[in-house]
């Protein structure tokens, strides 16, 4: 069965500090990680994807299979990304995505 | 561009009452979703679809039905409504790399 888990469910750093949210995840096949933005009072959006290994506002995210981790990083936090964030699973062709619970950021002044 | 839409964005409602849930895209992807969003729980799948005529069952299916009778619409019903079905519901729609969503809508059952 697929899983995805995100330890930590509230985050709170200080602006400027880095900044590391987890996610590791459970799937026999080949997974598509990705990880998902809510902002307040906004729909979810698409942060990032690893098939891309691309840096999204200052945020990475390295897939390792060996630790079967898509943890999001970034070494500088800033107010502005305070938000929810959550990681996901794509099952092989993307025909089911399922999502971990969560981690709500909270960058401090 | 609209994108997701979801219809309507709030509804309360009595339990034992059922109600349709209407997401529409724009964007012709094949796979939709719907989901559920809980405090502490995330988001939960409740049912999807790989294309028009499609659907399956996702984490959380009970309670709920779908149809996919048209390749831009997905329908979320829900026969009897209870209040564990209280929750905000997300529409979503993909090709494979990347989901796209609705607002959202929220649902009270009293």
């Known amino acids: 069965a697929q899983r995805v888990t995100q330890p930590e469910k509230l985050l709170s750093v200080f602006k400027g500090a880095p900044v590391e949210l987890k996610c590791n995840y459970s799937?026999?096949?080949?997974?598509?990680l990705f990880w998902y933005v809510q902002y307040s009072r906004q729909r979810l959006q698409l942060l990032l994807r690893?098939?891309s290994r691309e840096s999204i506002k200052g945020f990475t995210a390295d897939l390792n299979k060996g630790e079967t981790s898509f943890h999001l990083k970034k070494p500088f936090a800033q107010e502005e990304d305070s938000a929810m964030y959550y990681c996901?699973?794509?099952?092989?062709?993307?025909?089911?995505?399922?999502f971990g619970a969560g981690t709500r950021l909270f960058v401090k002044a | 561009n609209a994108g997701v839409t979801q219809t309507p964005k709030f509804r309360v409602l009595k339990t034992g009452q059922s109600m349709t849930l209407l997401c529409a895209q724009d964007?012709?992807?094949?796979?939709m979703y719907w989901y559920r969003q809980d405090p502490g729980m995330g988001l939960r799948l409740i049912h999807y679809?790989?294309?028009?005529?499609?659907?399956a069952k996702g984490e959380v299916p009970d309670g709920y039905n779908v149809s996919r009778l048209k390749k831009q619409n997905f329908l979320l019903g829900l026969e009897s409504a209870a209040p564990s079905q209280t929750s905000v519901y997300f529409c979503?729609?993909?090709?494979?790399?990347?989901?796209?969503f609705g607002q959202g809508t929220r649902l009270t059952v009293v």
């Open positions: 979503a729609s993909t090709e494979g790399w990347g989901a796209f």
């Open positions: 799937y026999s096949g080949s997974p598509e």
């Open positions: 690893h098939i």
């Open positions: 996901a699973l794509s099952t092989t062709g993307g025909f089911k995505t399922i």
């Open positions: 964007m012709n992807h094949e796979y």
């Open positions: 679809s790989v294309g028009e005529g499609t659907t």
